[in-house]
């Protein structure tokens, strides 16, 4: 999530969301089962798909929305504007002036209610994975120590506050006193990683959407076939799925239609067998 007061890059990253809806709406889905007339089966290594998608309007789109990110943040920095992320010098001199805007706008808010919207906000904070490394965990620094001074604020005002971490990758921030329990929670995948070829998850996908087994579309509850790719890199934790490439090998195959889905079909039948056994 890009902040709102990136107001440049937001833009370019409008127009790249408007280019890839129409690259998906323009993609001929190609349903031969004979396979004739089909293009010839490609079977192209990861560093020559990475090599291809350097040279593609998606990944000149990205190139563009990381250089304006980087120098509207430093901008913004220097004059010592707001925005989710900024350096915590910026961050505390805002302060009260955003306490008091929250205060304004809910009647009856507490102190401790803004700094819990405060705390979700950060928390669940995360910014494109294309966006330069470095930047990135130096933004990171900054959320964590906002985090703390609004850790701080709270115990100050007489709130217990701990921070645990589940075997299951929840992460839950613990706040309470005798009258409140503010806690937040977090499902943290930083540890999950996809083992498989990145066209396997793609196939995946691809099988997922057609068979309608996910909410994709543009009605009410729905969400586009882009954002859907994007959910499963973040989950993944994969800095770059080239999607649009992966369905066209995909769909351009002539010997094995799928490859992944067979796969997992026999690793299942294979496991329930043995169990019986």
């Known amino acids: 999530m890009i902040p709102k007061e990136f ?4 833009k370019v990253e409008r127009e790249y969301k408007s280019y890839l809806e129409d690259i998906e709406r323009s993609i001929e889905i190609i349903t031969n089962p004979k396979g004739d007339n089909l293009p010839p089966e490609t079977n192209h290594s990861l560093e020559e798909l990475e090599k291809e998608a350097k040279a593609s309007p998606e990944y000149q789109y ?3 929305i990381c250089n304006k990110f980087k ?4 901008a913004l920095n220097k004059s010592n504007t707001y925005f ?5 010098d910026t961050y505390e001199k805002t302060y ?3 306490l008091k805007t929250f205060q304004i706008e809910y009647k009856d808010s507490k102190e401790h209610d803004f700094i819990h919207d405060e705390l979700n906000k950060l928390i669940h904070f995360k910014l494109p994975n294309y966006l330069d490394i470095k930047l990135i965990k ?3 620094y900054s959320v964590d120590r906002a985090k703390e001074y609004l850790i701080g604020i709270l115990e100050d005002n007489d ?3 701990t921070f645990s971490k589940e075997d299951n990758g929840t992460e839950k921030l613990s706040i309470k006193n005798n009258l409140r329990d503010l806690s937040i929670s977090k499902i943290d995948n930083s540890k999950l990683k996809w083992n498989a070829k ?6 995946l996908a691809m099988a997922l959407i057609e068979s309608k087994s996910v909410n994709i579309g543009k009605g009410v509850g729905e969400i586009s076939e882009k954002k859907f790719y994007d959910y499963l890199a973040n989950l993944f934790n994969i800095d770059k799925l080239y999607h649009e490439k992966y369905k066209a090998d995909i769909r351009n195959r002539v010997k094995d239609e799928t490859v992944f889905i067979p796969m997992l079909d026999s690793s299942l039948r294979k496991s329930i067998l043995d169990r019986l056994k």
């Open 84 to 88: 989710l992320g900024c350096e915590f």
């Open 96 to 98: 009260q002036s955003r």
């Open 138 to 140: 130096s933004i990171g």
């Open 71 to 74: 120098r509207e943040y430093e």
């Open 198 to 203: 990145p066209t396997h998850l793609v196939e």
């Open 7 to 10: 107001r440049e890059t937001l």
């Open 62 to 64: 990205e190139a563009s």
């Open 159 to 161: 709130f217990t506050v």
